[in-house]
């Protein structure tokens, strides 16, 4: 091939002008060699999202990797590394694969519709004469005419597309050919399955860019109204604005939880329930529902999903002045792996006078003092249920807790860099040495910590459940599943039908020179010969003409009786 | 963190399953025997019939015809047919027939232990018997072994059971000592419907998926030509290509349901049927290269073995996806830790 002519779609193209170069282009790109090299690169693409820690699924993970590996986790920021799947490059590939797709299917498509117009293709006479291994020699004076209608039945019952052309052949015009073609459905499987791959993408696509991921903790008694200001977190699609969010209320009334009490695995839960009352609007009545693991709640297309449950325990903080400066529930995460819920937490009191206050603190559900192996004793929890529980003071801090600045902060974390811990004996009369024993406490039920300095102090009142919830919603997820199922039943489709062509061609043994194509005048018999042709299969091909070929004996049989009998194959 | 046991009864049922799995391994371990002895025997055997007769297989061709825009017309002799793999290969000494039998039987013994130990280990946990890796590997290498069987009845083809049982073994193996765990019962994460449907399609294709790249091992195997005199004996190349492909072809569907089952799994319980988690990456990966494999066989060039290596390697791909997800990388699906 010289450079001015290269091949697209079996034509010569003259590429020496630029339309020249982009249809050889296009034609390159939306081969299947093409796409099999694309397919091989999304799949290797794909690969280390899977190994690195992702920034949109798992944040932490990520500052975790940054922090022990810096110098590697620089590289791998500068090439997308922490989020593969939004990346450009990624991006770039699945673009590219499904304009391949697109650009395949869609000459694909027209070239199908006109191959159910057009009537069954013939074989070429070369084709049938190299062809046909099956051979039938009958010498029935028989109507070859009559026996066509039977046959055209058998194989129409067999999902055949059956058409009889007499004087097919220009050079025996007495021969007679009933050409027959069968799983024509497969290609529709196939641009089925492949257009529904599409659809798929585009409706995921479309579902991100307008729905919306929150994540709220809700304390016991407390309510909920659907908007960002009171989810604590929230990523919404690019479509999405604030006042598009259903406008919903949600009360947890109770968190149920159980726990297995006996034998090697206590502490398991055995279920899960969070009891809600929902209000759809505002001013409808509210109604009681329940949310569990694998029971979510729709309301108003929002999936509202049950993902976790903790303690709140109930805290009173006076300041120096003998003022209330915090009174309510504090949520404290429960601590990963640890099956008794030792939950740390932070409690940050901006109010208090003469200076603001953070109590670093880690509650305990059934707080023991057992035994540890340094020979001291130590106080942990042993069992996940509320029976026992023990609010621990770790440390408490004074200062400037640095909400003002504008700057956001993790509820759940305590920035000290302007704070300062308190210790007891701080601030005693001249003379005598600042304390160094850091102020700690361990509060039951009811009872107090005192600060020293006129600093206040903290009374655990009591113990409340929260209920973690996630709010999903994604609009384009009918779609994407209606997607995958045509796609799959595509699938199937093109996988198990087999396109295939038979022939069957009938020469009559003419006596006489006058025999036409139709009649069989001065014919004393004929020769039936079968053929057929399929791009897999052969054993399918093989065993039908088999069939076919028993039929037509029973039936030419059939016509040496005086009088015809119709026998059933 | 550990997950609820199981009491009583349930734990005698435990035991039982314990044993029977133990007993089933060592049974399979004689049926290997079995196989190699057959595969010495069937090799001794061609290499005497070489000396004495021009070899006569069917045509070991590794590629499967030319261009794909050809469609070859019927007159072709279409081989030895998959239904009749030429019978004075298996039987043409009767001791070759005999060592197959002996290992056909070890096998089916291995199998239907292993079974009875697959349910009461079921009765035991009162759950579907997939809920941690241990019980995966159990039913994916019962249901490998069953398969293969089912193909030594429907086509006569015994040799695929030289590759696959030494990996059944591997497998189970692997499963009793590395991945045990006693009897428990189920997370309250994990009691839906949908998860009984996607483990369930997941372990059916691991099995499929197995058996299908042992059937490609043989075909890679017998399309060498470097090792032409020791695997003659086998099935044709391209019966092995055909076998492998319908095996894939029959397979793939069910896996890409097993994905989307998982996707509306997950959606039922973490809120997004697609996080790309790792898991689902692999599965996703798994998938493609599957994909990529029933391209390679309608585009010239990259049929035969090509394609056959893209197979394994899908294989190894899933093989990772199991393993190497499972315990190494943190993610949704580590149920297991």
Redesign the interface.
């Known amino acids: 091939m010289s450079r001015e002519h290269r091949q697209w779609r079996g034509m010569h193209v003259v590429v020496s002008t630029a339309w020249g170069w982009v249809r050889w282009g296009w034609s390159i790109l939306t081969s ?2 093409t ?2 090299w694309l ?2 690169v ?2 290797v693409a ?2 280390p ?3 690195l820690p ?1 920034r ?2 798992d944040p932490v ?1 990520v500052a975790r990797y940054v922090s022990q590996h810096p110098q590697w986790a620089r590289w791998w920021e500068r090439l997308w590394l922490f989020e ?2 939004s990346s450009p490059w990624f991006r770039a590939v699945y673009v590219v694969l499904m304009i391949s797709l697109v650009g395949c299917l869609i000459p694909r498509v027209g070239r199908y519709a006109r191959r159910l117009r057009s009537p069954v293709p013939l074989p070429s006479r070369a ?1 049938v004469s ?4 099956h051979h039938l020699r009958s010498s029935a004076v028989g109507q070859w005419p009559q026996v066509v209608p039977t046959v055209q039945g058998w194989l129409r019952k067999r999902a055949y597309r059956v058409r009889v052309v007499p004087g097919w052949n220009p050079t025996q015009p007495e021969q007679v050919m009933i050409v027959a073609q069968t799983g024509m459905l497969r290609e529709l499987g196939n641009v089925t399955f492949h257009l529904s791959f599409l659809g798929f993408l585009v409706a ?1 696509a479309l579902g991100t860019h307008w729905g919306y ?1 929150a994540d709220v903790a809700l304390v016991q008694q407390q309510a909920f109204t659907n908007t960002p200001a009171q989810y604590d977190w929230y990523r919404p699609g690019a479509g999405v604005q604030a006042s598009d969010l259903p406008q919903f209320t949600l009360m947890l009334q109770q968190m149920q939880v159980s726990f ?1 009490r006996q ?3 206590a502490g ?5 329930a969070a009891h809600v009352q929902v209000r759809q609007q505002p001013g409808q009545p509210a109604r009681s529902e329940v949310i ?5 709640l729709n309301v108003q297309g929002t ?1 509202v ?1 049950l ?1 976790g449950h903790g303690y709140a325990p109930q805290v009173t903080v006076r300041d120096g002045q003998g003022q209330v400066a915090f009174s309510g529930p504090v949520i404290m995460l429960p601590a990963e ?1 640890d ?1 008794a819920m030792t939950s740390p937490g932070v409690l940050k009191v901006p109010d208090s006078q003469p200076a603001q206050l953070g109590f670093e603190m880690t509650f305990l559900p059934t707080g023991l003092r057992l035994a540890n192996e340094k020979g001291g004793t130590s106080l942990v929890s042993v069992f996940p249920e509320a029976t026992r529980p023990v609010l621990v003071v770790d440390s408490v801090w004074v200062g400037q807790l640095g909400l003002d600045t504008g700057q956001p902060q993790s509820v759940y974390l305590l920035d000290t860099t302007h704070m300062q811990q308190v210790k007891v004996g701080q601030g005693h009369p001249p003379g005598h040495p600042p304390g160094h024993q850091p102020v700690t406490g361990e509060l039951t039920v009811g009872t107090t910590l005192q600060l020293p300095d006129g600093l206040g102090n903290i009374t655990f009142d009591g113990v409340q459940h929260f209920a973690g919830f ?1 709010l ?1 919603s ?1 609009p384009g ?1 009918g779609w ?2 209606g997607s ?2 045509l ?2 039943t595509g ?2 489709i093109s ?1 198990t039908m087999h396109p295939r062509t038979v022939w069957i061609v009938a020469t009559p043994l003419a006596a006489s020179a006058k025999a036409t194509a139709t009649g069989t005048q001065g014919a004393t018999g004929w020769v039936v010969s079968l ?5 897999r299969g ?2 399918r ?2 065993r039908q ?1 088999s069939q076919l070929t028993h039929y037509l004996e029973q039936q030419l049989r059939a016509q040496q009786q005086p009088t015809p009998v119709k026998e059933s194959t | ?5 199981v ?1 009583g009864q349930g734990q005698s049922w435990a035991d039982l399953s314990d044993q029977l799995v133990i007993a089933a391994i060592v049974i399979l371990t004689a049926a290997l025997l079995a196989f190699a002895a057959y595969v010495a025997h069937k090799v001794r055997l061609s290499a005497e019939d070489e000396q004495t007769q021009p070899p006569q297989q069917g045509s070991p061709s590794p590629q499967q015809g030319c261009a ?1 825009q050809q ?6 002799q ?1 081989g030895l ?3 009749q793999v030429q019978p004075h290969r298996l039987g043409g000494v009767s001791g070759g027939q005999r060592i197959a039998a002996v290992a056909l039987a070890l096998s089916f013994l291995a199998t239907v232990v292993l079974g009875v130990g697959v349910i009461s280990r079921t009765l035991a946990v009162q759950r579907a018997p997939w809920g941690n890796m241990y019980e995966f590997s159990l039913m994916a290498a019962l249901l490998a072994l069953v398969i293969y069987l089912l193909m030594v009845l429907r086509w006569r083809i015994v040799g695929v059971g030289v590759v696959l049982v030494p990996l059944v073994l591997l497998g189970l193996g692997v499963a009793v000592e590395v991945l045990y765990v006693p009897a ?1 019962s189920l ?3 994990l ?2 419907p949908w998860l009984v449907i996607h483990v369930a399609s997941v372990v059916v294709s691991f099995a499929i998926f197995g058996v299908a790249a042992a059937v490609t091992v043989l075909y890679l195997l017998r399309s060498s030509v470097r090792l032409a005199r020791w695997v003659s004996w086998l099935p044709s190349a391209r019966e092995l290509d055909q076998l492998s492909y319908r095996l894939h ?2 397979t ?2 069910l896996y ?2 097993a994905v ?1 089952a998982g ?2 799994w997950a ?12 898991k689902e ?2 599965s ?2 798994v998938w ?2 599957y ?2 494999y029933l ?2 066989r ?2 010239a060039g ?1 049929q035969g073995k090509k394609a056959a290596v893209i197979a394994l390697t899908a294989y190894s791909c899933f093989i990772v996806n199991y393993f190497v ?1 499972n315990l190494l ?2 993610g949704l699906h580590s149920y297991d830790r």
């Open positions: 299947m060699r796409a099999l397919l091989a999304l799949t794909a690969i999202g899977s190994l992702q949109p699924s993970g593969v799947y084709v190299s062809g046909g291994q995921v991921n297995q034998g090697v695995d398991v839960p055995d279920s899960f569990a693991p694998n029971r979510p999936k999903y993902m792996g099956v996630s999903r994604d997820r994407a599943l995958a199922v796609a799959l699938l199937v996988l053929g057929g042709r399929s791009a052969q054993e091909l093989e003409l | 963190m550990s997950m609820p046991s009491v794909s469609q070859p017309t019927s007159q072709q279409v047919g998959s239904a428990t997370r309250p994460i009691n839906s072809a029959f793939f569907p890409t349901f989307i996707a509306i959606e039922s319980a973490w809120g997004r049927y697609w996080q790309w988690d790792p990456t692999w996703l990966i493609l290269i994909a990529l391209h390679a309608l585009t990259w997800i990388v943190q």
